[in-house]
């Protein structure tokens, strides 16, 4: 088995005037659980598509489970699954039908696992598709896909339409995925989702990758905050490198730190005495605000430099 | 009453929704029979002519099949005859309109927001029906001014306008009556939509034999057929007005007692459950595209073979009725009516077979957009399932579907033909060759269905145009004396009029080379191009 199961680099493919991708670099490894974090409109459903073989990219290369997704299509998708987005069913077939025929499409599914992943979801098969609202058809597309025996499951923003106990249920299920040794692709513009589930994150952005790496290298990156009162006023916080936001109200300071010199800053609090200290945990949110808080001039994939210090 | 409270305020919402809308449809089939008034008059300027042009009209069971009966041969009547398309129009529109603001606000839940404020449980149908019998009533007016203005007479135009007017309210009424009914818009649109295509369709049939024949009945069960059995501008018979007041009565009452029985989002039928596993053998695209076509299949196959034998049946009759006018004969002879005048009626009304088929055809094949747009294609093509398996599943419908319909058609027709006329052994195999013939022409819409649909598919529903300019020549080019030239590009000029004129085969073989070509350059683009969904 490859290592990657997932590798893209240069995508760019165009509708008309509008660049959906922009030379896109993406790599997924195997065994991960890959978070793929955009808002609406960045490029997520453009690239699943492009890996599926549904679009034909314009530029780039792309590789999934070690072939050409547009060449060698119906042999890939026998080892991958696939939720869209918005799903639409057939609105005169029954949620079971629906969950039987694209299983057997794939080459048939585990009636154990099916039976479980109903169970889990709440979800009535019986019900005919027109009658089932958009997070249930959401759960027939993913019992449809979870209950296949592939490698790869892609899955592009699977709980938009779930409510948050089917969330939690999507979340136990995936980490058995993650647990049986499969890929997992989840597209996602739900952060705590993604801080939750994956082992690595690629960040997209008006069709590129602007961050890439695990949560742990991401975290690196990201701010913390940190909140303290102090026996005397600190000592070199203000020429501290690194620390922005910096508000000194006597022995109360306020401020937020790069990851890397979290230590040293706190060392320093600690000279000047610590009456007490909250730290804020760097959040996805915000490596991904600063990402798109940035104006025109920053959509050259750089975070930008904070000026407020 | 308070279950009507706030009806007006409604009213005026309807209206500021479909400021564009409403005005657009009421305008344009207001105006168009005035139009085609003055068209005809200019065409044909004198009694002679028009004399003529009813006379094609009275013996050719396509045109009458397709617009309706003829009841005089002057300037009003031709042209209440040939806007006949406008009467199902009407319907259309005022349905729409209904369930527009009835059961798909409903379904949407801006009824529900509606129904927190100060409105009454019967205000939203209230309002809505207000609205289209309104906009109907407006629409019948314009009609008759338009037509007194171009110097029609009075009398005739106002009944010409109230008939409009009638098959708008009618089917206003049924879609009210269907919106209650169902709890998707979509199955509401659908039960009102099939009922317009039920009356066009008796309304079709009972006219193909005229009204002396043994089904001239079918059409007086047609709102449609009530609307022209007004007969405005020969000898206009008011008292036929008293079918669609009565029904729209009766259809307004039903839709609101069903109202009051059931609860806002609900509908009167219940929304029934289906298996919980598939059946074994629904396990590849071509058994999906089985379970997606077979009602259509089912229907059409139905529907043209009850045509066919209603047809069969009175081809004797009308071969004798006509034998007895001698105008009639010399322009049926005329028209080339070779063997015999029943014959020549077997073989006109093949033409309508072949249009319906190729309407079929084409829905068929154009199942494959609708499949891509709603995203539903996405889910079968990201299995092992290809694109070449996928597509030729559902084309296998647009090429065989009609092809078993036609044949349906012409087995019920030859069967009721040869019974009647008692030589059965005679008449089915040649009435049968008449309905085959088609067959190749029919095809050749498939391919243009999914040439389009494979190289340009935001342009697919270009193959409609294309049916109704082919179903145009192949009607009105005679009639309006249009070259050979031109009358051959539609593929059912190609057609030999079978029973009684010879069959040559290169015309046939020609068509389905045609068919073939498009049809294999619809696959390959389709292979090569990107998925568009608009998901």
Redesign the interface.
Known sequence: MDATAISVSGLVKTFGPTRALDGLDLEVRTGEVHGFLGPNGAGKTTTLRVLLGLLRADAGTARLLGGDPWAHATDLHRRLAYVPGDVTLWPSLSGGEVIDLLGRLRGGLDPKRRADLLDRFELDPRKKARTYSKGNRQKVALVAALAADVELLLLDEPTAGLDPLMEAAFREVVADERHGGRTVLLSSHILSEVEALCDRVSIIRAGRIVESGTLAELRHLTRTSITAELVRPPDGLVELEGVHSLVLDGTRVQFQVDGARLGEAVARLSAAGIRSLTSQPPTLEELFLRHYQTDAAGADGRPREGTSR | MTTLAGTGGLVRLILRRDRWLLPLWVLVLALLPAQTAAAIDQFYDTPAKLGDLYGTIVTTPGLRAMLGPVFGATLGAITVWRAGLYFTMVGLASLLTVIRHTRADEEAGRRELLGSTVVGRHAPLAAALLVTFGANLVLGALLAAGMVGVGLPIAGSLAYGLSMAAVGWTFAAVAAVAAQVT??A??ARGIAVGTLGVAFALRAAGDTGGSGSGIGWLSWLSPIGWAQQTRAYADERWWVFALPAALVVLLTAAAFALQARRDVGAGVLP?????????PS????L??AW??HRVALVSWTAGLALLGALIGSVATSVGDMARESTQLKDVLERLGGEKGLSDAYIASAMVIFALAAAGYAIQATLRLRAEEE???A??????????RRWATSHLLFGLLGPAVALLAAGAAEGLTYGLVGGDLGHQLPRVLAGALVQLPAVLVLSGIAMALFGLLPRFSPLSWAALAVAAFLVLFGPLLRLSQGILDLAPFSHIPKVPGAAVSATPLAWLLVIAAVLAAAGLVGFR????VST?
């Open positions: 709890e998707g979509g199955g929304a029934r459950l289906g298996p919980a596993e598939a059946a629904l396990r590849s695209p058994a999906l379970r997606l709603s995203g539903r996405e889910l079968v093509l990201a299995t092992p399932a290809s694109r090569r191009r990107d998925l998901a």
